[in-house]
T-cell receptor, first 115, second 111 residues
Framework: EAQVTQNPRYLITVTGKKLTVTCSQNMNHEYMSWYRQDPGLGLRQIYYSMNVEVTDKGDVPEGYKVSRKEKRNFPLILESPSPNQTSLYFC??????????????FGPGTRLTVL | SQELEQSPQSLIVQEGKNLTINCTSSKTLYGLYWYKQKYGEGLIFLMMLQKGGEEKSHEKITAKLDEKKQQSSLHITASQPSHAGIYLCGADKTGANNLFFGTGTRLTVIP
């Protein structure tokens, strides 16, 4: 089944404790992206990657890092989480080579709480 | 910065009623996407519109993009409780699949 998976689905942590949210897709997509969703602000892009070893900042990259060492994986790293990073996080991927304006496939979301 | 405005922010309808959700941009869009999200869950792709004047339908949901490619509407006919959720419009910033989203419309359908 074609899908984007995220782990963990739920995470409660404390300020300053480094964490990684993993994202993996099995569709051989070049493009992957991370979003955060907050009430009243909608979905905002954090980072995206056009291909392996190619990453770029989205609209709200501060406090986050990403890496793209393999095509299928795009982990989101919070080196020193703070309470304002409490949010619902989504990973997405799309095939940008097949045709223009392709559907983005979203993962199920990771609900992060930073105390 | 480019924004997408959705209206209304929330909508409560009786089952069986028709409804429309709007999505407006101040700039011409490369592509307009509609997604549905159940509360706290992932996004389900509904439709993508690319050309001015384009209209697509799936089951009881119809989406249209205006000729200027700045406004889209999502119309649900004979709503059902299964239609409840948050509807999000998203648009392509640059033609490179970097999407930005509206803040969503929360739909409640009362049986």
């Amino acid at each position: 089944e074609a899908q984007v998976t995220q782990n963990p689905r739920y995470l409660i942590t404390v300020t300053g404790k480094k964490l990684t949210v993993t994202c993996s897709q099995n569709m051989n997509h070049e493009y992957m992206s991370w979003y955060r969703q907050d009430p009243g602000l909608g979905l905002r892009q954090i980072y995206y990657s056009m291909n392996v070893e190619v990453t770029d900042k989205g609209d709200v990259p501060e406090g986050y890092k990403v890496s793209r060492k393999e095509k299928r994986n795009f982990p989101l790293i919070l080196e020193s989480p703070s309470p304002n990073q409490t949010s619902l996080y989504f990973c997405a991927s799309t095939d940008i080579l097949a045709a223009s304006y392709n559907e983005q496939f979203f993962g199920p979301g990771t609900r992060l709480t930073v105390l | 910065s480019q924004e997408l405005e959705q209206s209304p922010q929330s909508l409560i309808v009786q089952e069986g009623k028709n409804l429309t959700i709007n999505c407006t941009s101040s700039k011409t869009l490369y592509g307009l996407y509609w997604y549905k999200q159940k509360y706290g869950e992932g996004l389900i792709f509904l439709m993508m519109l690319q050309k001015g004047g384009e209209e697509k339908s799936h089951e009881k949901i119809t989406a249209k993009l205006d000729e200027k490619k700045q406004q889209s509407s999502l119309h649900i006919t004979a709503s059902q409780p299964s239609h409840a959720g948050i509807y999000l419009c998203g648009a392509d910033k640059t033609g490179a699949n970097n999407l930005f989203f509206g803040t969503g419309t929360r739909l409640t359908v009362i049986p």
